[in-house]
């Protein structure tokens, strides 16, 4: 063997070896994030690539979707990190008590509360769908052209966001109308008097008192009192209310995302924060109508970001 070849020979192995000392570092160096989905559910593969476009931006993370069929498998050997999508999932998440941390979106407030309070060396993080109180009310003072009173109904399941409400309100000297279904035989009655004692009425997120039936209702009562009503979804602004703030699958997906970079990054988290995208939609022709402010949907949100972050700095 000439000297010239074992010189070859040599640099070779040497090579071969870096190269598998890379590969399997790199692979150890592997974040492992799990999506957990209810295959019936209507969350679609647009949210699921929010999630992994986001991710990708990052260098290292394996993701995997796994439906609730499939959960069982899970553990801290495959999963460093969880992304909980829906009630379903949710559930099932809990029951397996997981060792590694865990996100949970597109849940209720009720369910939110049961997952807190089992919230063991704080590994479980909620961003909730319900839009800030402070947000809704901007919305609405910045379509009303006068100081106005502002309907609400407190509900078994909006009563937090209720006392939400009201902190704000104080806080901006803004007067509210608040009926308390317990007060009335019928939640549809505390939403009528709470309607027509106010100058803008809020729906706020409560399926124990709004169902499609009572939104319909409640709809129709404010096309024939004159009265602006604002939703919590587009679905709102489509049937004639004059606007709507919400957040789309989206941006709950990326800001999920965006919460386990942060964890990767030893970030604290909270145990609950409200969404950090949304989306206003306004219904211009109820808006001309009823003779509110002329303020785009983008002037609004622009509006809305400009307090928040004057209100962080305060």
Avoid at 14 to 30: G, H, K, P, R
Avoid at 61 to 74: P, R
Avoid at 181 to 189: A, G, L, R, W, Y
Wanted: proline content about 3%.
């Amino acid at each position: 063997m000439t000297l010239g070849f074992k010189k070859l020979l040599i640099i070779t192995v040497i090579i071969l070896i870096t190269s598998i000392s890379f590969t399997c570092n790199s692979a150890s160096n592997t974040t492992s994030v799990s999506i957990i989905i209810n295959p019936k559910s209507s969350i679609n593969k647009s949210t699921i690539n929010q999630i992994k476009q986001t991710l990708s931006t990052h260098e290292n993370f394996n993701i995997s979707v796994y439906t609730t069929d499939e959960i069982n498998s899970l553990n801290s050997n495959n999963t460093n990190y969880a992304i909980s999508l829906g009630e379903e999932p949710a559930k099932k998440i809990i029951s397996l008590n997981p060792d590694f941390p865990v996100i949970f979106t597109f849940i209720s407030e009720e369910k939110t509360k049961n997952i807190l309070r089992n919230n063991d060396k704080n590994k479980y993080h909620v961003i909730s769908m319900i839009q800030p109180a402070s947000r809704t009310l901007k919305l609405a003072t910045l379509l009303l052209n006068k100081k106005a009173k502002i309907g609400l109904t407190k509900g078994a399941l909006s009563r937090d966001l209720i006392n939400d409400f009201k902190k704000e309100a104080k806080n901006k000297n803004i007067s509210l109308v608040i009926k308390d279904t317990k007060n009335h035989s019928e939640p549809i009655d505390a939403m009528r008097d709470s309607l027509q004692e106010s100058d803008l009425y809020i729906a706020t997120y409560d399926p124990e008192i709004l169902s499609r039936h009572t939104i319909k209702w409640l709809l129709y009562l404010a096309y024939k009192k004159n009265k602006p009503l604002i939703g919590y979804s587009e679905a709102y602004t489509r049937a004639g209310a004059v606007g709507a703030i919400f957040s789309s699958p989206k941006q709950l997906a990326k800001q999920s995302a965006e919460w386990i970079i942060n964890l990767q990054n030893k970030n604290n988290l909270a145990e609950k924060t409200y969404p950090q995208y949304f989306t206003v939609s306004i219904n211009q022709r109820t808006q001309r109508s009823l003779l509110l402010n002329r303020i785009s949907s983008e002037e609004i949100k622009t509006e809305i970001i400009r307090s928040e972050k004057a209100n962080k700095n305060d």
